[in-house]
């Protein structure tokens, strides 16, 4: 079956540090790849995403690149800010087989100290 | 454009009660998904409803059920509470002839006493 994992948090930074976020998936086929976040008291969030290998999602200064021979979306950004104090989850969808449903990582709480 | 809804914003029942948590999807969406997020067990996939039928269950007993309506609108039910049913209920909708990408609505925190 479809699992993700992700790194064990929490992760707490400096502002202006450079934030990694690893995250490696097993499916079969080609899945779609996705960062989501949440913030306090928030639902989720879409921040990017990637639907097939050597695309590269990003947003908001943060960056994703699909490595199907790693099997990796690793989630990065070079300069973090106080506001991206939240928690981070890499998710697929393997849509093949007609099964959109969403496999998540546990999440990983990221907090920015300024 | 207005995202997913979700009411209520919060919910308190007791064991043994029934709880119905409601969802509207994005406009032209036709696909709506309910997720669990639980203390301690991440995000778990619930339900999946499109064009009115449902297309996929995740783990989880008979008693969570739920339905779509013709306006894509869609309904939770958990009946026979138990303690273990706390938790931020997701619902997510998307256009899923175009795109799996799925949007997700600020939830309905479900507190069983």
């Known amino acids: 079956g479809n699992s993700v994992t992700q790194m064990e948090g929490p992760v707490t930074l400096s502002e202006e540090a450079f934030l990694t976020i690893n995250c490696t998936y097993t499916?079969?086929?080609?899945?779609?790849l996705f960062w989501y976040v949440q913030y306090p008291g928030e639902g989720l969030q879409l921040l990017l995403k990637?639907?097939?290998?050597?695309d590269k999602g990003s947003n908001k200064g943060f960056e994703a690149t699909y490595r199907k021979e790693t099997t990796s979306f690793h989630l990065e950004k070079g300069s973090v800010q106080v506001s991206d104090s939240a928690v981070y989850f890499c998710?697929?969808?393997?849509?093949?087989?007609?099964?959109?449903?969403?496999?998540f990582g546990k999440g990983t709480l990221l907090t920015v100290n300024p | 454009e207005a995202g997913v809804t979700q009411s209520p914003t919060h919910l308190i029942k007791t064991r043994g009660q029934q709880a119905t948590l409601r969802c509207s999807p994005i406009?032209?969406?036709?696909?709506v998904y309910w997720y669990q997020q639980a203390l301690g067990l991440g995000l778990q996939f619930l339900l999946w409803?499109?064009?009115?039928?449902?297309?996929n269950r995740g783990n989880f007993p008979p008693r969570f059920s739920g339905r779509q309506f013709p306006n894509y609108s869609s309904e939770l039910n958990v009946n026979a509470l138990e303690l273990e049913d706390s938790a931020l209920y997701l619902c997510?909708?998307?256009?899923?002839?175009?795109?799996?990408?799925?949007?997700f609505g600020p939830g309905t925190r479900l507190t069983v006493l």
């Open positions: 997510a909708s998307s256009l899923v002839v175009v795109t799996d990408t799925q949007y």
């Open positions: 499916a079969t086929g080609y899945p779609s």
């Open positions: 990637a639907t097939k290998a050597d």
């Open positions: 998710a697929l969808s393997n849509s093949g087989g007609s099964n959109y449903k969403l496999t």
């Open positions: 406009s032209g969406h036709t696909s």
């Open positions: 409803y499109d064009e009115g039928e449902e297309r």
